[in-house]
């Protein structure tokens, strides 16, 4: 029996709770998949807390940041699922990757980050073009802090521009979306395990 893995899901939504957001419901549809493969999935839909702007672990002043990142640190795999706002990731997505930036000079005694070893995947919802973009903008900043990322470590769905209908408005999820959810879980599970078993190399 191997361990448990864990997994958090940052929902950048910019609706707060208890509001319906599909970004939520397409990051629990990630977590149906990843609990099939044993893994403990908790959510923390990021508008909820104030996190202050900066690249430092903790602002001050009232920053709840702290209390996200301790899970964040503790998590095996990220899940960032974010909106398409005018193109681009919401802005609570781009305040979560900057603050995910002071992880850099968290490393370990052989100078490795801290985020070195686990695993990031994302997931997209919108009305409006710009999925990949979003996806290939926040991958990269997650790589960027020590994140891996796995084979097909993405899920996204696109309405059609300038639409009403939402995710969260779905009878059934349209099979290409639902395979791809999928596979992001899998893989996402499968390079967790592996990284958490065999290390990357010392840095030094």
């Known amino acids: 029996m191997t361990d448990t893995l864990k ?12 509001a319906p957001s599909s970004s939520v419901l397409i990051a629990e549809h990630v977590f149906e998949h990843l609990r099939r493969q044993d893994v403990d999935c ?7 807390f104030d996190i202050a702007p900066g690249v430092e672990p903790d602002m001050g002043g009232g ?10 640190l503790d998590a095996d795999i990220l899940l960032i699922s974010t909106p398409v706002w005018l193109g681009h990731p919401s802005s609570i997505t781009q305040r979560v990757l900057e603050r995910l930036d ?16 686990k695993v990031a995947i994302v997931s997209v ?6 999925a990949h973009k979003v996806i290939a903008d926040v991958l990269q900043g997650l790589n960027d802090v020590g994140y891996s990322v796995p084979a097909q470590g ?19 999820v349209p099979d290409p979306v639902a395979s ?13 395990r592996q990284l958490k078993a065999t290390k990357y190399p010392a840095y030094q």
């Open 7 to 18: 997994a958090l899901a940052l929902v950048c939504t910019l609706k707060p709770s208890p």
């Open 42 to 48: 908790d959510t923390v839909r990021c508008v909820d």
């Open 63 to 72: 920053d709840q940041w702290p209390q996200i990142r301790t899970k964040v």
């Open 102 to 117: 002071a992880e850099l000079s968290n490393t370990d005694d052989a100078d490795r980050p801290a985020l070195a070893g």
């Open 125 to 130: 919802v919108g009305n409006e073009d710009g």
């Open 154 to 172: 993405s899920t996204y769905w696109n309405g059609r521009a300038m639409d009403s209908v939402d995710y969260n408005d779905l009878d059934e």
């Open 180 to 192: 791809a959810t999928a596979a992001a879980a899998r893989n996402a599970a499968h390079l967790a």
